[in-house]
């Protein structure tokens, strides 16, 4: 693995006029793992689309692959075929997913500002594996501002912001095909405005809502979760982030009304499962997030004795760009790429939650996990840092910070 400089001195950091924090696109920010195949004797490269969140304004997270044929040998596709990223039918085989997931379910994608391809990115994706058409026309798609109205809506995303909405958009088709979209748009990414479009996400019927977006962990958060995510019934996903163990806690994953979603690398294996999974760490200030909180309380559910606190995360899904995901956005990109972060984990376990059913009235589904363990794959490899207790950063048999209780195995773990 070659050496490169540390991304924080690397790259310039801008404020987006679409109000979240992105990176330079002069940011070498991660390479390959070492086991990786790939075409030519340079190794693969990403960069993330968002710089580190703060406490009051929300980042994504996503990293871009540069050189996406330079995963065709490690994702077994065709030379030269676009896209070459995982697809529908290898995140439904890795997890053991059903091809017509989501039947009857209404799946909510929360994103800032408006992203005026989403519907017809969002359509190439899905014919492009042959899954069924989600379109407004057919009852399937539906956009809103976070008030619930079509029209008028936010003002057009920037700086990146498109890629997210289709990651999250791509990735919930992929293991829920059959379900229902429903993406609101929050006008800019504050506190205030992101839970907003959650509360009118739930209002519009909702009972599963993906925010692939995060905050800096704040003492305000206990405040805001009644005032956002405390939603009986509603099964709320959130990311832990793409910044490794040492960057700390992030909100909203860190809510115990929030299902905490940490990131795997998903790679091909010749055993009984066809796939093994690692903690995603690219070895390079990114990787994926885990901690134990500052400030918000610990649910009943959770067990783990070395956190007095909120401990993330619950469960993971794939999330390393070395092993990344085909995703389709013509709005800020050229069409086909190859993507990878926590934000693809998080519509990733909001779709597997849609595949389980409608949660019964008056739970909280980020306790199912927990009392299904046995329904998951348990990851034991890989770590996101260096800590102590150790757990908090590395895997082990059992509960992990980076990986939670561990990844799907069917939809058995995502209800009552």
């Known amino acids: 693995m070659r050496h490169h400089t540390d991304r924080r001195t690397a790259i310039a950091l801008s404020a987006c006029a679409a109000g979240l924090l992105t990176f330079s696109t002069l940011a070498l920010a991660g390479q390959a793992h070492a086991d990786l195949p790939h ?38 596709v ?37 992203d005026p391809n989403a519907e017809k990115d969002l359509g190439t994706y899905r014919k492009q594996y042959g899954l069924p058409a989600c379109t407004t026309s057919n009852g399937c798609f539906k956009k809103v501002d976070s008030s619930g109205h079509a029209s008028p809506l936010p003002s057009k995303a920037s700086a990146n912001q498109g890629a997210e909405d289709s990651l999250d958009l791509d990735l919930l088709s992929a293991v829920a095909p059959r379900a229902k979209i429903l993406f609101v748009e929050a006008s800019k990414g504050t506190v205030a405005e992101m839970g907003k479009a959650v509360n009118q996400a739930v209002a519009l019927g909702a009972e599963f809502i993906s925010n692939s977006y995060i905050f800096k962990e704040s003492s305000s958060d206990s405040s805001y979760d009644k005032q956002y995510y405390d939603h009986p019934g509603v099964a709320v996903v959130a990311g832990t982030g793409d910044w490794n163990y040492s960057w700390g806690m992030g909100y909203p994953s860190s809510s115990p009304y929030v299902t905490s979603v940490g990131g795997t690398s998903l790679v091909r294996s010749p055993g009984e499962r066809g796939w093994n999974e690692t903690v995603w ?74 595949d389980a059913g409608a949660p019964p009235a008056g739970s909280n589904p ?33 509960y992990d910070g980076p990986t939670g209780l561990g990844t799907p195995n069917g939809t058995a773990a995502f209800h009552e």
Not at 48 to 70: F, G
Not at 91 to 114: C, E, F, H, R
Request: hydrophobic share 35%; with cysteine; charged share 15%.
């Open 39 to 76: 075409s030519t004797s340079a190794a693969p490269l990403w960069h993330p689309l968002c710089a580190a969140p703060t406490t009051t304004l929300a980042s994504c997270d996503v990293l871009e692959v540069d050189k996406p044929h330079e995963h065709v040998a490690a994702l077994g």
């Open 78 to 114: 065709t030379a030269g075929a676009a896209p070459s990223g995982y697809g529908p039918s290898d995140l439904q085989s890795a997890y053991k997913l059903p091809s017509d997931g989501g039947t009857g379910q209404t799946v909510a994608i929360i994103d800032a500002y408006d």
């Open 281 to 354: 760490n690219s070895k390079s200030d990114e990787g994926t997030g885990s901690g134990c909180s500052a400030y918000e309380p610990k649910p009943a559910w959770q067990k783990d004795t070395g956190c007095a606190k909120r401990m993330t995360a619950d469960v993971a899904a794939v999330a390393d760009p070395a092993h990344g995901l085909a995703v389709y956005d013509s709005y800020q990109k050229n069409g086909w790429g190859v993507f990878g972060g926590t934000s693809a984990a998080t519509p990733v376990i909001a779709g597997v939650y849609a």
């Open 366 to 398: 980020a306790s199912f996990p927990y009392a299904h363990q046995d329904a998951l794959n348990d990851i034991t490899k890989g770590d996101n840092g260096q800590c102590a207790p150790a757990y908090f950063c590395t895997a082990e048999q059992g």
